[in-house]
């Protein structure tokens, strides 16, 4: 690399990264957590906060047919670079999950506003509904740009209240019938960066403040519905029952076993009983299950097994089984050159260098199939996430922020062929 005509500008701060943070938490939690799900008004209070923050920087911010925000640095040439992540927060979450991308992406942009054009584009997304917390499906604006969206799946699915995610969605200004639209939003991308927190136990096991990322597991996420027969608590004789709480619950721990056998994870994160009272053997009962491992193969071995498990435990209880798909993503590498980067600014700032791959899923995911993609991952204390314990030493925060402040120059550097300095 040549060295940079370009002036240095002063870095970015990290400390001001974890001040806004913490404010951002002020305003959008309540004791039990982070309560800024997609589609409320305390996800829209986050959003407006982040764009009174590039407002300060003379950004303007504009909303694409999916209803993610973006902010654009013009530079020189036709290319563009993507950095960002998400605002929008399981129901009480944490502090730092997406939001932490954000604010890293808003302090790398300020940094390098303040020196002379960039020779490409610098572009700040803040994706809509990467959590899928209401409807179960992740990634709904990063996989709308990246063209991977299914919408007529999308388009029945429905919260818990039975509304549906078209109407929801269509209230925030997001139209179904108009989400292509969105992917004009990558024209001329070079690549996609996102910094997060791991949200697992890895990195802070191995005493590393940050590392790279190879990629995300593969996810297959179904709602298992047993239908019995509803009946008395008190006069129905044991043998003659048809409970369908119990051949969920049965499933359930075949999704904990097979997990464990291909060393992949397997979580029933929610159920629902009808009538859902004391005095009734449940007549129906609905489970969300959600399976993950790296091995495409593996991955469908475990679904098979379940999917097995759920027969045989509805014949034992007289109840009928239907497995309905919600949300499914293949094992998806990220670009290794530019995972090269990240792992050399890491081992730059620490003296060491860990590449470990994700079991969350991020924006990145949808992203990489479509522009090269890496991610940078700060640790995580104690491998807590989506709680509202979660939570990183500051020190850590900081450093990632200057990771990925390097990472981003470089990657700058590499997609326009031009030097950027950035340490
Ligand atoms: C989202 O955080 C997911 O990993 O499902
Ligand atoms: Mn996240
Ligand atoms: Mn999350």
Not at 56 to 75: C, K, M, Y
Not at 145 to 164: F, I, P
Not at 343 to 365: F, I, K, M, Y
Request: charged letters at 20%.
């Amino acid at each position: 690399m040549t060295s940079s005509a370009l002036p240095r500008d002063a870095g970015p701060d990290g400390a001001r990264v974890v001040a806004t943070l913490r404010t951002l938490a002020d305003m959008t939690s309540d004791d039990a957590g982070a309560q800024r799900v997609a589609w409320t008004d305390t996800w829209q209070r986050a959003r407006a906060f982040l764009r009174q923050q590039l407002q300060e920087l003379s950004l303007a911010v504009r909303t694409d047919a999916a209803g993610n925000q973006w902010a654009r640095l013009p530079g020189g040439g036709s290319g563009v670079v993507i950095i960002g992540s998400h605002l929008d927060s399981v129901p009480d979450g944490g502090w730092l999950d997406g939001a932490y991308g954000v604010m890293c992406a808003v302090e790398v942009l300020r940094s390098l506003a303040a020196r002379g054009p960039l020779p490409c584009t610098l572009a700040l997304v803040e994706w809509a509904d990467e959590e899928g917390a209401r409807f179960g499906h992740s990634l709904f604006g990063s996989s709308a740009v990246a063209g991977t969206l299914n919408v007529a799946e999308v388009r029945e699915l429905a919260d818990a209240s039975g509304l549906l995610l078209g109407d929801v969605v269509a209230e925030h200004g997001v139209h179904l019938d108009r989400l292509d639209e969105a992917r004009q939003e990558i024209y001329g991308a070079r690549a996609y960066l996102e910094a997060h927190i791991e949200q697992g136990p890895v990195l802070e096991r191995e005493g590393l403040p940050i590392g790279a990322v190879s990629g995300t597991v593969g996810v297959e996420r179904h709602r298992v519905t047993f239908r019995g027969q509803t009946a008395h608590s008190g006069s129905t004789p044991m043998d003659i029952r048809r409970d369908a709480f119990l051949a969920a619950a049965a499933t359930a721990l075949a999704v904990r076993e097979s997990a464990v056998r291909h060393q992949g994870v397997g979580t029933v994160g929610a159920a629902r009983l009808r009538p859902g009272i004391v005095t009734a053997v449940a007549g129906e009962t609905a489970i969300l299950v959600d399976q993950r491992h790296p091995d495409a193969g593996a991955l469908q071995a475990m679904l098979g097994e379940v999917q097995r498990a759920s027969e045989q435990a509805a014949k034992a209880e007289g109840c009928a089984v239907r497995w309905e798909p919600i949300f499914r993503a293949r094992p998806q590498p990220f670009t290794d050159e530019l995972v090269g980067i990240v792992r050399e600014v890491c081992t730059e700032l620490t003296g060491q260098q860990r590449v470990l791959p994700s079991w969350a899923l991020h924006d990145a995911t949808p992203m990489a199939g479509a522009v090269p993609t890496a991610m940078l991952f700060t640790s995580s204390t104690k491998g807590i996430s989506h709680a509202r314990e979660e939570d990183t030493p500051e020190e850590h925060l900081r450093l990632g922020v200057e990771a990925f402040y390097r990472t981003v120059c470089r990657v700058i550097a590499w997609s326009s062929g031009s030097a950027v300095s950035g340490q």
